[in-house]
């Protein structure tokens, strides 16, 4: 989101020389496509930047597959989604391999009127059998919100979607994703106790699929700390405390 937009020519270079000495992965977004050849100017430089820097990429689906996929209703609308899909998946093939094509999804069919159980697996899974099939190696990325707030809550839309119980069939056979995701940062302000993720993790880890945590977002911006025994307000020491506990 930053890269490329600061003030100066210095500051984005400073950025820059940060983000390649803390990071090894990096996510790219991809929101509603913008109309005319340039779409694709400003990523094409950051996938150029990560790959000469030796960074991985995530792509991510932001609008349309995030939300919009969940809810079309005429073919017009399903084909846009699918044309999306198509043309940025094969576009980027070979320099980005891990994508997140519906991220959140449980989270927005609860904001809804339509009945979910009509509606959110069936249209989860069309977007990655599409995304499958324009790149079969692709490593597919299924992320839910709040795991650590709520732990069972992602397990039975992955059951749905995996095609049933972890304990009921063999790892692997026949599944559409290939990355548990989880965030990390809901209600923001949230510091779950080590213990409390490892729980999760292991809870999720029954079903036999690497787990990412793809946001992790600590503030430091005064609010107070939430869903913790430790009390007080999160500062920047409280931030990077936080941090050195939560990697290791």
């Known amino acids: 989101d930053l890269f490329e937009q600061f003030g100066t020519p210095r500051e984005n270079e400073k950025y820059k020389q940060y983000f390649a000495r803390l990071f090894n992965d990096a996510t790219i977004g991809f929101d509603e496509p913008e109309s005319g050849?340039?779409?694709?100017?400003?990523?094409?430089?950051?996938?150029?930047?990560?790959?000469?820097?030796?960074?991985?990429?995530?792509?991510?689906?932001e609008s349309r597959c995030n939300r919009g996929a969940l809810f079309v209703t005429t073919p017009g609308q399903r084909d846009s989604v699918r044309k999306q899909i198509a043309e940025v998946m094969a576009r980027y093939k070979g320099a980005i391999d891990h994508w997140e094509v519906v991220s959140e999804p449980t989270h927005f069919l609860n904001q809804v009127a339509l009945n979910p159980d009509e509606i959110r697996v069936e249209r989860v899974k069309q977007c990655y059998q599409w995304a499958r099939h324009v790149h079969p190696e692709a490593r597919l990325i299924l992320t839910r919100r709040d795991v650590m707030d709520s732990e069972?809550?992602?397990?039975?839309?992955?059951?749905?979607?995996?095609?049933?119980?972890?304990?009921?069939?063999?790892?692997?056979?026949?599944?559409?994703?290939?990355?548990?995701?989880?965030q990390i940062h809901e209600p923001l302000g949230t510091r779950p106790a080590p213990?409390?993720?490892?729980?999760?993790?292991?809870?999720?880890?029954?079903?036999?699929?690497?787990?990412?945590?793809?946001?992790?977002?600590?503030?430091?911006?005064?609010?107070?700390?939430?869903?913790?025994?430790?009390?007080?307000t999160?500062?920047?020491?409280?931030?990077?405390?936080?941090?050195?506990?939560l990697y290791t």
């Not at 409390?196 to 911006?221: C, E, N």
Request: aromatic share 10%.
């Open 152 to 182: 069972g809550t992602f397990a039975p839309f992955l059951s749905e979607i995996q095609g049933g119980d972890p304990a009921d069939k063999a790892l692997g056979d026949g599944t559409l994703i290939d990355i548990i995701g989880i």
């Open 234 to 245: 999160w500062t920047e020491r409280e931030q990077a405390d936080y941090a050195v506990a």
């Open 37 to 61: 050849p340039a779409r694709y100017v400003h990523t094409d430089e950051i996938v150029a930047w990560c790959r000469t820097h030796r960074i991985t990429m995530k792509g991510c689906f």
């Open 195 to 232: 213990a409390k993720v490892l729980r999760t993790l292991d809870r999720y880890a029954a079903w036999g699929l690497p787990i990412h945590i793809t946001q992790l977002a600590l503030p430091s911006d005064g609010r107070p700390i939430r869903n913790s025994w430790k009390q007080g």
